[in-house]
T-cell receptor
Framework: AQTVTQSQPEMSVQEAETVTLSCTYD???????LFWYKQPPSRQMILVIR??????QNATENRFSVNFQKAAKSFSLKISDSQLGDAAMYFC???????????FGQGTTLQVKP | GAVVSQHPSWVICKSGTSVKIECRSL??????MFWYRQFPKQSLMLMAT?????????EQGVEKDKFLINHASLTLSTLTVTSAHPEDSSFYIC????????????FGPGTRLTVT
């Protein structure tokens, strides 16, 4: 079975600084996708960034980028120029290409200090 | 963009009664819908996967007789919590998948269920 682990329950960053959230996963599958989701206090899940496992190039979306290390099964999220609106709970998620089911990590609560 | 709605957003029911939560994909047809449960400050736990016109597939440990899922059309899935008890109080989130591959899942805003 696949598992996703986020070892940082809480993180804090100063506004305009950079922060990296860690995520590791375990799978025996070769075809899968990885995601980072943001859940603000409204609890609406928002897709931040996604990565296909077969792509070596790290995905980037504006201030958000990932460091995908397939051999190490690591998928960290870097947030540059942090903004107050980035404060939320962040979930790393794995999706099997076959079943389509999303498996979430435990989540990391990010606090952004002004 | 793709929009998924849930109704109601918040429901309070008495212990022993049943409550139905609706999940609708408003501007696309969903090949698959998923139901998640989330306790405060915890992760989302997948409860079941439903495909239109077929029986839902439940995750291990989820009581299928307690959490009835019906996927009557390509735009509507319902979750009925039967004979609800206080321990069923939680935040329930649905998501809908439009296609295959990298196509993302679109999440509803969630339903807060409180059983008294």
């Amino acid at each position: 079975a696949q598992t996703v682990t986020q070892s940082q329950p809480e993180m804090s960053v100063q506004e305009a600084e950079t922060v990296t959230l860690s995520c590791t996963y375990d799978t025996s599958e070769s075809d899968y996708y990885l995601f980072w989701y943001k859940q603000p206090p409204s609890r609406q899940m928002i897709l931040v960034i996604r990565q296909e496992a077969y792509k070596q190039q790290n995905a980037t979306e504006n201030r958000f980028s990932v460091n995908f290390q397939k051999a190490a099964k690591s998928f960290s999220l870097k947030i540059s120029d942090s903004q107050l609106g980035d404060a939320a709970m962040y979930f790393c998620a794995y999706r099997s290409a076959g079943t389509g089911k999303l498996i979430f990590g435990q989540g990391t609560t990010l606090q952004v200090k002004p | 963009g793709a929009v998924v709605s849930q109704h109601p957003s918040w429901v309070i029911c008495k212990s022993g009664t049943s409550v139905k939560i609706e999940c609708r994909s408003l501007d696309f047809q969903a090949t698959t819908m998923f139901w998640y449960r989330q306790f405060p400050k915890q992760s989302l736990m997948l409860m079941a996967t439903s495909n239109e016109g077929s029986k839902a597939t439940y995750e291990q440990g989820v009581e299928k007789d307690k959490f009835l899922i019906n996927h009557a059309s390509l735009t509507l899935s319902t979750l009925t919590v039967t004979s609800a008890h206080p321990e069923d109080s939680s935040f329930y989130i649905c998501s809908a998948r439009r296609g295959r591959g990298i196509d993302e899942q679109y999440f509803g805003p969630g339903t807060r269920l409180t059983v008294t």
